[in-house]
Antibody, heavy 113, light 112 residues
Framework: EVQLVESGGSLVQPGGSLKLSCVASGFTFSNYWMDWVRQTPGKSLEWIGEINTDGSKTNYAPSIKDRFTISRDNAKSTLYLQMSNVKSDDTAIYYC??????WGQGVMVTVSS | DVVLTQTPPTLSATIGQSVSISCRSSQSLLDSDGDTYLNWLLQRPGQSPQLLIYSVSNLESGVPNRFSGSGSETDFTLKISGVEAEDLGVYYCMQATHAPLTFGGGTKLELK
């Protein structure tokens, strides 16, 4: 059974940094591109970015480019989202997803002073 | 960015009623490879989204066949033929033809 479990969400001050993790199981993690998507409170979904199978290629939404970095450790079957210089607009539930068919439970990030 | 406009924003239905949700794109979603990367997701209350339909009309494994998708280029429709209680939640269309990937604003399906 495919499982994606995010962690690392918390309250962070504007301008601060945070690193989210997504541990994958139930499939061969190193064979698949992975994505991060976020959902702001009461609003729709927003694609953050994606990473290829060996981590050598990433694509990002223009709204977060240069502030967020996606990486992966295939040996640990883990996907990461490094968030830097966060803003109040980054307050959201963050999901990792495999092909939009499988989603994690989401992790809450709140940016506030 | 491609803008996906969903209508209606809210849909009230009785159990057994058939309903449709529209998703209109600001650009054609027909890819140069011949495929159209328009998907439909359902997010039930308190849950993560789940994929219902991919590439306009292909039902994801395990999804009941009362769900169907149609459309082309810029106009797409999700139809539920006989709403059941488990279908309540927010439906999203999403496109993966053009970067960046974008989502519609959602249609909330509720009981009348």
């Amino acid at each position: 059974e495919v499982q994606l479990v995010e962690s690392g969400g918390s309250l962070v001050q504007p301008g601060g940094s945070l690193k989210l993790s997504c541990v994958a199981s139930g499939f061969t993690f190193s064979n698949y591109w992975m994505d991060w998507v976020r959902q702001t409170p009461g609003k729709s979904l927003e694609w953050i970015g994606e990473i290829n199978t060996d981590g050598s290629k990433t694509n990002y939404a223009p709204s977060i480019k240069d502030r967020f970095t996606i990486s992966r450790d295939n040996a640990k079957s883990t996907l990461y989202l490094q968030m830097s210089n966060v803003k109040s607009d980054d307050t959201a539930i963050y999901y990792c997803t495999l092909g939009y068919n499988y989603w994690g439970q989401g992790v809450m990030v709140t940016v506030s002073s | 960015d491609v803008v996906l406009t969903q209508t209606p924003p809210t849909l009230s239905a009785t159990i057994g009623q058939s309903v449709s949700i529209s998703c209109r794109s600001s650009q054609s979603l027909l890819d140069s490879d011949g495929d159209t990367y328009l998907n439909w997701l359902l997010q039930r209350p308190g849950q993560s989204p789940q994929l219902l339909i991919y590439s306009v009309s292909n039902l994801e494994s395990g999804v009941p066949n009362r769900f169907s998708g149609s459309g082309s280029e810029t106009d797409f429709t999700l139809k539920i033929s006989g709403v059941e209680a488990e279908d309540l939640g927010v439906y999203y269309c999403m496109q993966a033809t053009h970067a960046p990937l974008t989502f519609g604003g959602g249609t909330k399906l509720e009981l009348k």
